[in-house]
């Protein structure tokens, strides 16, 4: 099994963060301020922590601040910009970044939320499965503004329930992905896609699997959310 020292990182940075502006309305979300740092460096903190060394920024509107602030490495880490001139969605960004990616498993990010997580447990379990795409999923109490993710008895994920009005325990996606760089070269080529709507729905018959994690979960992407984050962070 490789070390996770060979596979690239990409970390989503290129929201608008329209529900967040109200707060945060100079900067893109990933530099929102937590604990008198970017929310980005907890980010970047956990992938050196777990061995990454290349990570890809993906990076959208506001994202030449995120480069002025980090520039080319972070630590131990080598960073390198993908920048989309207009939106593309979670999956077109990646679809943009492909050539920046140097191996054949990616491990992306979401970055606007942060999971308590063994990222080389994450990384051995995909890999001993043989998984072309591995989900991290952690447990929600109230899994509302998530939406849930249902597993069947070999981890493959089998179905995804969109957010709505019904409250209780389940499984969420956590934002956390392992996924093949065969599988994303079907992302469409053109417009903004989203890995969340469209993409993963697709790839349940190609063998989607579900990592479950029992890490406590943070999204900073709502005013009330971003209000416990200096707790949570601490």
Known sequence: MQELASVTAAILAGGLGTRLRSVVADRP?????????????????????????????????????????????????RLVYSQESSPLGTAGALRLA????????????????????DLKAFWAWHCARGADATLLLTKMHDTRRYGRVHLDADGLVFRFDEKDDKSGCGWINAGIYLLNHRLLLTIPGSGAVSLER?????????????????????????????????????
């Open 29 to 77: 979300k990933v530099l929102a301020e937590i604990q008198g740092r970017p929310f980005l460096a907890y980010l970047l903190d956990q992938l050196a922590v777990a061995g990454v060394r290349d990570v890809v920024l993906c990076t959208g509107h506001l994202g030449e601040q995120v480069q002025a602030m980090f520039g080319d490495s972070y630590g131990c880490l």
């Open 198 to 234: 469209e993409v993963f729905p697709a790839w349940i018959a190609r063998g989607l699997y579900g990592y479950l994690s029992e890490g406590r979960f943070l999204d900073i992407g709502t005013p009330e959310s971003y209000a416990i984050a200096e707790r949570f962070l601490l």
């Open 98 to 117: 492909l050539p920046l990616f140097k191996s054949t498993s990616v491990l992306v990010m979401n970055g606007d939320s942060f999971c308590e997580t």
